[in-house]
């Protein structure tokens, strides 16, 4: 008996653990894109996003923060959100110089753009350390580690050049280091609060076949859409039977304007071969029920017309006969 408890203790302790290890990590990310476009014109344009939900713009020319979520402030206060945003707004002046004074030392060329992310992630309810990082037209170039940039394999000897200096700003390594560790954390667990409930929202989705282009006059182009849907995740895969069809094409996810999300998913194939073929879609808010949509042969127009069409007229022709005779006596 005591062995049985032991083992029925660990099961219900390793249950416990599966459940945590369901949940996903959440990343809050900062991005920057600074075009150097001459020596006296910069134009930046930032954001921030909560894995891909945009949560916040950025005032190029006040460097003020917009809330694009009626719950994009969290838990902060109105002092504290002008605190950061002069803080990111201090930095993004500073680095911009630190580029235009240094233009021919690390052999930069007008136009050219800086990018910078800047984000932490969330584990088990906990923020983590943040991170951040530094690309020269697309290309890594340096990254904050620990208590200092590093270059980065890819970067060569404009790399080399740039961590050199920029370590020596000790000003920008504070604020580096306060954005990283205070305040990006703080920011990701306090949305996360405060949006909740649009967060943990789930959105059935909705979902209907149609022909496409055809590609060939044997074949045909099977489509399946499944819109409506969020969070953003889903599974939809064309199906004969319980055989997944290799050739299904999969098209980009995209944005409705309500937040949801919609997806189509095609397949090519021989027009013959289409009867027995089947949608599958799999989403969290279907409750582990997949939705199955089943491929129809499209009946052709004589058939529709002797189906339908044929019958009304023949009612119809009854009901004036029957109209007739009631009149006649």
């Not at 910078?116 to 170039?141: M, N, T």
């Not at 270059?151 to 920008?172: F, M, T, W, Y």
Request: aromatic fraction near 10%.
């Amino acid at each position: 008996m005591l062995f049985l408890q032991l083992v029925l203790l660990a099961v219900l302790l390793l249950g416990g653990d599966s459940e945590d290890d369901s949940q996903d990590p959440i990343s809050f990310r900062i991005i920057l894109t600074t075009s150097f476009y001459s020596s006296s014109l910069t134009q930046n344009q930032g954001s921030a996003w909560l894995d891909e939900l945009q949560t916040h713009g950025w005032n190029n020319k006040t460097g003020a923060f917009r809330y694009l979520q009626p719950w994009s402030k969290g838990n902060f206060s109105n002092e504290e959100l002008l605190e950061v945003q002069n803080l990111f707004y201090t930095y993004t002046i500073r680095a911009s110089s630190t580029f235009h004074n240094h233009i021919r030392d690390w052999q930069l060329e007008y136009p050219f753009q800086i990018q910078l992310v800047l984000g932490c992630d969330s584990h088990f309810g906990e923020a983590s350390a943040g991170f951040l990082q530094l690309a020269y037209q697309g290309s890594d170039l340096l990254s904050f580690q620990n208590t200092s940039w590093r270059p980065s394999p890819e970067g060569g000897s404009r790399a080399q050049k740039v961590c050199s200096l920029i370590n020596q700003d000790h000003v920008s390594h504070e604020i580096v280091r306060k954005l990283l560790n205070v305040i990006c954390p703080r920011i990701l667990l306090s949305l996360l609060d405060a949006g909740k409930v649009d967060l943990q929202r789930q959105v059935r989705p909705e979902a209907w076949l149609s022909a496409g282009p055809s590609p060939a006059p044997d074949r045909l182009q099977l489509v399946c859409h499944v819109s409506g849907f969020y969070p953003k995740p889903v599974w939809v895969m064309w199906m004969r039977g319980e055989q997944e069809q290799t050739g299904s094409q999969r098209g980009d996810v995209l944005p409705h304007a309500d937040g949801t999300w919609y997806l189509q998913v095609s397949l090519d194939v021989k027009a013959k071969e289409a009867a027995g073929l089947s949608c599958r879609v799999r989403h969290s808010s279907l409750g582990g029920q997949d939705m199955v949509l089943h491929w129809e042969q499209p009946h052709s127009v004589g058939l529709v017309f002797l189906v339908v069409i044929v019958p009304l007229v023949f009612l119809a022709g009854l009901a004036w006969w029957l109209w007739k005779r009631w009149k006649a006596h």
